[in-house]
């Protein structure tokens, strides 16, 4: 009996010891995994960025699909690289530089496959000579392929494509409704037209044509809007009187409207 309880607990203990070793050995693999894609992910959007068109097209297999929720349906490595470099990559066309939102990545495994990788990211755009201006959000899924030795993308999905968030560093403030009350009213633009300006709670409303955009304090006299890198800052007359409205984009004036 005590034979036979001797050999039982020698099994079970051998049996903890193989799952444990399994567990770990699966473990180390999925950290190997994951330390390898990120390398590449990295790699490869360097040469996205930098516009490194022979490095960019070493990470695809030939019949690579691109899915892109505004573009559709991009098929196979050449006709992918033409749009690179007829778009993205062409001298005269605006330059994008890719982030990501740190935090967001995480990869998982393929068995008998690869990976995937997922996150989020966003886009700067920067255009005849001014300053990049944050411009989209995304978020991304890559799937690779490890074969022959080599890793190579197989599959790209490029989608929720949001406008980014702008002005994020600047901190709205309360104002009296006698303060937002001096900027209501009509002013006239050489470009835009005529401008309505309405109060709606501690905001302002500004209508152009079809253009509409909620504003927010920054200061007495200067407002911002969320979803465009835009401000509007009333400027009075001799008389304290408030006479016209500037309008900036990514701090360069843009627009200066009468008001009438």
Same mark, same amino acid.
């Not at 001014?130 to 993308?153: D, G, P, S, Y």
């Not at 702008?166 to 104002?175: A, G, P, R, V, W």
């Not at 200067?222 to 465009?228: A, I």
């Given at each position: 009996?005590?034979?036979?309880l001797?050999?039982?607990?020698?099994?079970? /203990?051998?049996t903890?010891?193989?799952?444990y $070793?399994?567990?770990?050995?699966?473990?180390?693999?999925?950290?190997?995994?994951?330390?390898?894609?990120?390398?590449?992910?990295?790699?490869?959007?360097?040469?996205?960025? $930098? /516009?490194?068109?022979?490095? =960019?097209?070493?990470?695809f297999?030939?019949?690579?699909?691109?899915?892109?929720?505004k573009?559709?349906?991009?098929?196979?490595?050449?006709?992918?690289?033409s749009?690179?470099?007829?778009?993205? /990559?062409?001298?005269?066309?605006?330059?994008?530089?890719?982030?990501?939102?740190?935090?967001?990545?995480?990869?998982?495994?393929?068995?008998?496959?690869?990976?995937? *990788?997922?996150?989020?990211?966003?886009?700067?755009?920067?255009?005849?000579?001014?300053?990049?201006?944050?411009?989209?959000?995304?978020?991304?899924?890559?799937?690779?392929?490890?074969?022959?030795? #080599?890793?190579?993308?197989?599959? %790209?999905?490029?989608?929720?494509? #949001?406008?980014?968030?702008?002005?994020?560093?600047?901190?709205? +403030?309360?104002?009296?409704?006698? +303060?937002?009350? #001096?900027? %209501?009213?009509?002013?006239?633009?050489?470009?835009?037209?005529?401008?309505?300006?309405?109060?709606?709670?501690? *905001?302002?409303?500004?209508?152009?044509?079809?253009?509409?955009?909620?504003?927010?304090?920054?200061?007495?006299?200067?407002? =911002?809007?969320?979803?465009?890198?835009?401000?509007?800052?009333? *400027?009075?007359?001799?008389?304290?009187?408030?006479?016209?409205?500037?309008?900036?984009?990514?701090?360069? *004036?843009?627009?200066?409207?009468?008001?009438?």
């Amino acid at each position: 009996m005590t034979s036979k309880l001797h050999a039982l607990t020698v099994s079970i /203990c051998l049996t903890l010891s193989l799952g444990y $070793s399994t567990q770990a050995q699966q473990s180390e693999s999925l950290k190997n995994l994951k330390t390898t894609i990120l390398r590449l992910d990295t790699e490869f959007w360097e040469s996205y960025n $930098s /516009c490194d068109i022979k490095k =960019f097209r070493t990470f695809f297999i030939e019949d690579f699909e691109f899915y892109h929720d505004k573009g559709g349906l991009t098929s196979g490595l050449t006709k992918m690289m033409s749009s690179v470099e007829n778009g993205l /990559c062409k001298p005269e066309n605006p330059r994008v530089r890719r982030e990501v939102v740190e935090g967001s990545v995480d990869v998982f495994p393929l068995n008998n496959y690869g990976a995937i *990788i997922t996150g989020e990211h966003v886009f700067y755009v920067s255009e005849n000579g001014k300053a990049e201006r944050l411009a989209e959000i995304a978020k991304f899924t890559h799937v690779w392929q490890h074969k022959n030795e #080599q890793w190579k993308m197989t599959r %790209v999905l490029s989608y929720d494509h #949001q406008p980014a968030p702008q002005n994020t560093d600047k901190k709205e +403030i309360s104002l009296s409704d006698e +303060i937002l009350n #001096q900027y %209501v009213g009509t002013y006239q633009a050489p470009q835009t037209g005529t401008v309505i300006v309405t109060k709606k709670d501690n *905001i302002l409303e500004i209508k152009a044509g079809k253009m509409e955009a909620i504003v927010y304090p920054q200061k007495e006299n200067l407002f =911002f809007n969320k979803q465009n890198p835009l401000t509007f800052e009333f *400027i009075k007359d001799t008389n304290e009187v408030v006479h016209k409205m500037i309008v900036r984009e990514n701090g360069q *004036i843009v627009e200066e409207a009468k008001k009438i």
